[in-house]
Each structure stands twice: as C-alpha cells, then as structure tokens.
C-alpha cells in the first residue's frame, strides 16, 4: 500500500486494553485503524468505509465474532477476515476458518506475531486481487465482439449460441459467405468452459491436401522432405480448447477419414507417427456449402457429416435480414471511427436508405468493407451517400422490403431525388406531388442534398 493508499483495518473488540494495544501497533505500522467494541457498531462502519481487513474477537456481548463474521461476509464480500481467541476457544476458531476466515490468532498476542500474520494477509489479498484482474483480462481477450442483429432470424442464432456454447456439443455453423460463420464460432468458444484455453482456426479450403493433413495431425520429423523437426498439429494445439473447421466442404476423402476417427477416438497419429496422441478438443465446423447434398452425391461422408450435424446454426444472408443493416452498419462505423479516433460520426438520412436499400450479395463482410472504406476517404462527421461504395449508391432503385409506409416512402423519395439530381421541380413532376409538398416531405424525412449535387 502507498502512503496514499494505506492498508485500512478495523479492530472489533470489548475490551478497551485490546482495542487500544491493537491500535497503536498498526498505526506505527502506517495502516489506518478503526477500533469498535461491538458488533453493531462494526457493521455501522463497514457499511460507511472500504476496510482491507477485520481483526474479530470471538467472544463479544450480544451479537459474537462468528456472527458478526457471517454479516460482514454478506456486506463486504472482499473483507478479509481474521480471529482473535482465547486458547479454550480454539475450537470456535476453527468453525470460523471453515466458514471462510483468513486465519486465526491467539491472546494473548506477541506484536511480532501479529505483525507477521498482518503482512501475511496483506499478500493474500493483493494476490487475490491481482488474480481477479488477470482473470477479467482473460475473458476480456476471450470474448469476441458481439453478434449484432434484431432480426427474428438473428435472435434465434443468438438464442442457439446461448443453449450451446456451455456444452461440449458439435456444432456445424451453415451460411453463404460473408455471413460471419467464423464469428459465431469465436462465441461459443467465448461463451464455453473452455474459454480461457484456445481458440484454434483451420481454413481447411485453403490448404492442399498434403499441407491439411500435416496442419491438422502434425507430423514427426523426417516424416517428409522439408520435415526438418516435430510439429504439433492443430487438434493438439487445441488440447482444452475449441478446433474450428472453416470451410469443411472442401476436404477431401483421404482426410474425410482420418478428421472421422480424430473425432470419434479424441486421438492423433501424427504424419509420419505411429503413437497415437489423446487430446481434448471440443469441434466447430463451418460450411457454405450443401453437405447433405453432397452426401447424396457421394462427394462428403455421410457418417462424418453426423458426426458434424449435432447441432446445426444457420447464419441467413443479409438480403434475407434487412432489419440487421442498419445496427451492423453503425456497429462497423462505431468500430472504425474509434480506430481513427474520431468522434460524434453519423449516417445521413439518405446514406441509410442507400444502405438498406442495397441487396448485399457479400453479405456482412462487404458491408463491413463498405464502411470501412467510407471512414477512410469519406468526409466524417457525417457519412453521406457519395461516401459509400460505387456499387452502392449506384446500383439501381433501393430494393424496398417490407418494413413501416414512412420508411417506403422516405425511400422512394430519396430514389426519386438521386435519379433526378435532386431537381425538385422534376422530382415532385415523378411524385405526382407539388413542390411544396415535396419540401415537406424532405425536411420531415430529414432528406440531405449530396455536396455533389
């Protein structure tokens, strides 16, 4: 503790002698002591004060030490707690160790001794304190951004993530691409057990068979030309963890077989080895493509895609969620503008409309670039329409779905703005509205003529 920070201790004791010999030693010590004959009065204090730690004694008129302990567990979880008996109430001490005391001490007392326990608990509680904040690191680290989406369709994936991620279940995460498979893989493993182990990622698409396999079940040295030394594969890498197998449709037979036994038996042989290897891994697989299709065509095995189809998650593209565009799209510019460190960044009313209105074939990952790339070279604060992709802005009239007749309309409006130049006369001409009606409609909506325009 700093001299501005000093250890602060409260004395609970009836008799005066205790409470000031108690006093005096911890003050010459540098600690800050509160001294209380009773019970209640401690509760008083401790309910007013942060205290580090409580010297108790056991035997008290009215409300005991074992008592008062209980209470002040209650309302100061993180007190640190400490006995003080006589020798023939030993035995009540040790009830109160096993009800969660630090440590106990007996009167009457040798300074050197309590000095000694005092210091000793000081350690216990800076450790204790220092654990509890590595250990909110650690689920810091382990917890992925958050899945946006209001949709009925992404609150059902939501709501899946939340049943699964506490078991060990396979799970086979299903979606074209773009959709942000590998992210709900990154929550269940966050929202697991395995939490704090690690999260290991194969592209197995991206790899040729032989470096697959090498990848996922390691290899011995020798084992090839170029294996110049032992290597731990992934599955080994994953021991207490999550393995996530993206892209799983394009393995190919040989290894369809050999994933089939390291799922069902939890052991590897390495390339090149003889010794199989046991390792405990919880599996999530990702795919865009149909395997029950292909088990029909015999192109994917149909006992390893039981294997993977305990608990399937489909993630619907984002032209089948257009509820999701707008919060994704403030959540990715959100995103950005902190990591430019810019601040107060919105959307005009008309970029959100082109937003909503555009089909997003990439799904989530082009609308991620999408903003990204207006942050960079659009002109915060605000991010207007010419701000946004080519693709777009121009991509033809906003495809209107089914949401409130204000949203329709404010839609159809910025559409008839955009393809006129924003030429009021000719617009409210395509409206079948006056001029005036038009402008009421534009400053109702919230409408913003483009700076090129």
Request: charged share 30%; proline share 6%; aromatic share 6%.
């Amino acid at each position: 503790m700093t001299a501005a920070e000093p250890f602060r201790i409260l004395v609970v004791d009836d008799e005066t002698i205790v409470r000031e010999s108690l006093g005096g030693w911890f003050r010459e010590d540098g600690c800050k002591v509160d001294c209380v004959p009773s019970s209640r009065e401690a509760l008083r204090l401790v309910a007013e004060n942060r205290y580090d730690l409580a010297l108790l004694d056991v035997k008290m008129p009215g409300m005991d030490g074992l008592e008062l302990q209980a209470r002040l567990a209650e309302a100061a979880p993180d007190l640190t707690i400490i006995i003080m008996t006589a020798y023939a109430s030993v035995d009540t001490a040790v009830r109160a160790l096993k009800q969660g005391a630090y440590d106990y001490i007996v009167k009457p007392f040798d300074p050197d001794d309590l000095s000694h326990l005092v210091r000793r608990a000081q350690e216990h509680r800076s450790l204790r304190s220092e654990n509890r904040r590595l250990r909110e690191s650690l689920e810091a680290v382990a917890t992925p951004e958050s899945i946006v989406g209001t949709s009925p369709q992404m609150r059902r994936v939501q709501e899946l993530i939340a049943s699964v991620a506490p078991t060990d279940a396979t799970v086979l995460v299903t979606g074209k691409s773009g959709t942000g498979k590998e992210l709900v893989a990154k929550a269940i493993h966050a929202g697991s057990p395995r939490r704090l182990n690690a999260l290991v990622t194969v592209h197995c698409g991206a790899l040729a068979e032989g470096v697959l396999e090498s990848e996922l079940f390691g290899h011995e040295k020798g084992a090839f030309t170029g294996a110049a030394y032992h290597h731990k594969g992934k599955f080994e890498q994953a021991d207490g963890g999550t393995i996530f197998l993206d892209e799983i449709g394009e393995v190919s037979p040989r290894v369809q077989v050999e994933l089939l036994r390291v799922l069902e038996e939890k052991t590897v042989t390495r390339v090149g080895g003889k010794q199989p290897v046991p390792t405990d891994f919880r599996v999530v697989a990702a795919t865009n493509r149909d395997l029950e299709s292909m088990v029909k065509e015999g192109k994917f095995r149909e006992d390893l895609w039981w294997r993977l189809n305990v608990v399937t998650i489909l993630i619907p593209p984002l032209s089948d969620r257009p509820d999701d565009i707008e919060p994704l799209a403030r959540h990715f510019l959100d995103r950005f503008a902190r990591q430019m460190n810019l601040k107060d960044v919105s959307f005009s009313p008309e970029a959100i409309v082109a937003l909503k209105a555009h089909p997003w074939p990439g799904n989530v990952r082009e609308l991620q670039n999408a903003i990204e790339r207006a942050v960079v070279l659009g002109k915060p604060p605000v991010i207007r329409m010419d701000d946004l992709p080519f693709s777009v802005t121009h991509g033809g009239a906003p495809r209107i779905t089914g949401r409130k007749l204000e949203d329709v309309e404010r839609g159809h409006i910025a559409a008839v703005l955009s393809e006129t130049n924003w030429n009021i006369t000719r617009a409210a001409d395509v409206l079948g509205v006056d001029r005036g009606t038009l402008y009421n409609k534009i400053q109702r909506y919230k409408l913003e003529r483009p700076a090129s325009v």
